[in-house]
């Protein structure tokens, strides 16, 4: 009976404690919609952290563009409006010129590489480095290597390029990356599949899963696997409200983000041959083997211009340089 007594006390407690500790809540932005690479992120994050805190922290996700485009995600994100986003390195790079070093042509040769060179020291740099703009960089999820495609004819050397109007990310290295290369390239933020319907413009160049998820293949005929820039996403805080946080709760959420990053880029990963499988299916035309060393080549001096000045972007991206040699 005693007890059953102490029990009985021990549940009252329980329960009024619950109720009076209300569940914190993150809201997490991301532009695209369910299915793409930043959401499967999002909703591993959500489920891992809902699982491991008991319920006291919440996750909302924000998905398909419901909050603006990447750059107003991360503006919400600066005013800590928004708790977290996860939000592709392109657009970063307006923040903190750092977001660009990765956004070099070919700087990865492949996916182990770009694991170990961004869970590693010189990832940790762009990291660090966001915290002048406000962000707490937590760690990468990806979207891929980017292929190019359009509607106008197979590209498989940068001569079959010239004056093509490719729609780039709000991204100055990738904007001077096709311009090098002899495109027209148009910033436009995400979505954009009315303007390829439209012809407003010829072609874009994203990783082979949105060409599956957001159907570019009923309105794109030709794809060059050119795999020209290994595009991550900085998945991100607000540094304002993660100063506000104790550190156990930090420690959970770093975890589960890193966790959710590494699930994402395995999953992301394992689908590609199905994707590419599927999109020549549908019956776009691509060209598989195109003569990357002439792209290469051709924006090799990319390294040395306006866009690197700054000291430590220029030490960042020569430490990158050597250490993908
Ligand atoms: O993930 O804007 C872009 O091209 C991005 O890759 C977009 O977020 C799709």
Avoid at 24 to 48: D, W
Avoid at 268 to 294: C, F, I, T
Wanted: glycine share 6%; with cysteine.
């Amino acid at each position: 009976m005693k007890k059953l007594f102490i029990l009985m006390i021990a549940a009252a407690m329980i329960l009024s404690s619950g109720a009076a500790m209300a569940a914190m809540k993150i809201k997490l932005g991301v532009v695209t919609k369910p299915g793409s690479a930043q959401n499967i992120a999002a909703e591993k994050f959500k489920g891992l952290i809902e699982q491991r805190s008991d319920g006291e922290i919440k996750v909302q996700i924000f998905h398909s563009a419901s909050l603006g485009n990447e750059t107003e995600i991360l503006q919400q994100v600066q005013l800590n409006t928004i708790q977290m986003a996860i939000v592709t390195g392109g657009p970063f790079d307006t923040f903190d010129p750092i977001a660009r070093v990765v956004n070099y042509p070919f700087l990865f040769k492949d996916n182990a590489q770009a694991d170990q060179i961004l869970d590693g020291p010189l990832g940790a740099e762009i990291l660090k480095s966001l915290e002048s703009s406000k962000f707490k960089g937590l760690c990468f999820s990806e979207n891929g290597f980017r292929n190019l495609t359009n509607n106008r004819h197979p590209v498989k050397s940068p001569d079959d390029i010239k004056g093509l109007k490719v729609r780039v990310m709000a991204s100055a290295i990738h904007k001077a990356i096709w311009q090098t290369l002899g495109a027209n390239p148009t910033p436009m933020p995400w979505p954009i599949y009315t303007e390829l319907e439209q012809g407003v413009i010829d072609g874009q160049e994203n990783p082979l899963w949105v060409m599956e998820v957001y159907k570019f293949y009923e309105i794109q005929k030709y794809m060059t696997l050119s795999r020209h820039v290994y595009s991550y996403h900085i998945d991100v805080a607000s540094l304002k409200w993660w100063k506000s946080l104790d550190k156990k709760k930090q420690d959970i959420i770093q975890k589960a983000m890193y966790e959710a990053a590494v699930y994402q880029r395995k999953d992301n990963r394992s689908k590609n041959a199905a994707r590419l499988e599927l999109l020549k299916s549908k019956g776009m035309q691509v060209v598989e083997n195109p003569d990357v060393n002439a792209f290469r080549v051709k924006v090799a001096g990319l390294k040395d211009m306006k866009l690197y000045q700054d000291p430590k972007v220029k030490a960042l991206l020569n430490k990158m340089l050597e250490a993908t040699k």
